[in-house]
């Protein structure tokens, strides 16, 4: 942290009680703008944690093997999807649900039409990569700006959707050879319809705080780092991103 010489002390409401978290002036939650906002992007993420944990149940079906994990993890969004809805609920605000409903309805029909043909890989690219990627974007450069009762629960909901990832990741990593080419179809047909959501929200995060920018960077760092984790080469998967971001 700077403080600039001329004010050697910085004003008590500036200053962050966390060390890790960056300091920034903290944005007005009761103005009807921020309300709105907060209304839209907060449907996104309770719509978002409540298909996650269907995600979850309709994969624990499909991977036998591993169905007690994937029950856990689905109950995790379920968990996910009560404690952010409490953010809203704190602030007196209702999140719209049916904006996000049309908004995500493109990547679940998408995951549906998978696991309708048996494309287990898509399914899991889908939501154990793609989602979870912009899960932990969006909690990221969510945490800065969030208020003293949003902070604690999406810290902890952040430290969760790690699991999720590296589920994904494991399960593709080990069968890389056969899932390959499957998983670069998948991308280039997932990603876009992501970024059509981060797209709808980008007024909506400027005006609680959010770098719109900051998030769609660090998403394409998390998803490139997860696809060299699972044996992309480091071109290979830069690549496919792109191919993917300019469809
Ligand atoms: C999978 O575990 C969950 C999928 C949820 C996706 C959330 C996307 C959120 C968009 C941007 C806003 C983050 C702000 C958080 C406010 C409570
Ligand atoms: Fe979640
Ligand atoms: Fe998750």
């Known amino acids: 942290m700077t403080v600039s010489p001329a004010s050697p002390i910085a004003p008590a409401a500036l200053v962050s009680p966390d060390p890790r978290v960056p300091l920034q002036a903290a944005p007005d939650t009761t103005s009807e703008s921020y309300r709105q906002a907060y209304s839209r992007i907060n449907g996104v993420v309770v719509v978002g944690e409540t298909l996650a944990h269907h995600h979850f149940r309709r994969l624990a079906r499909a991977i036998p093997d591993d169905g ?7 109950q995790m969004e379920g968990n996910h999807a009560r404690e952010l809805s409490a953010c809203a609920r704190n602030l007196g605000v209702r999140p719209d649900i049916r904006l996000a409903k049309q908004l995500f309805a493109p990547l679940h029909q998408l995951f549906r039409q998978c696991d309708e043909r048996g494309d287990i890989t898509g399914c899991v690219v889908i939501q154990c990569l793609i989602v979870e990627c912009f899960a932990v974007a969006a909690y990221r450069s969510y945490l800065p700006v969030a208020d003293a009762f949003a902070r604690p629960i999406t810290a902890a909901v952040l430290e969760d959707e790690s699991q999720h ?7 593709l990593k080990q069968r890389f050879a056969a899932v390959q080419a ?16 981060l797209r709808a929200l980008v007024d909506d995060m400027r005006v609680i705080g959010m770098d719109p920018q900051e998030l769609l960077a660090s998403f394409g760092e998390c998803f490139q780092e997860a ?20 469809t």
């Open 227 to 246: 696809l060299e984790t699972i044996g992309y080469g480091s071109s290979e998967a830069a690549r496919l991103l792109r191919r993917a971001m300019a």
């Open 68 to 74: 007690a994990e994937l029950l856990r993890l689905g």
């Open 182 to 197: 499957a998983v670069s179809t998948i991308c280039l047909q997932a990603l876009p319809t992501t970024l059509t959501i």
């Open 165 to 171: 990832l590296d589920y994904g990741e494991a399960w």
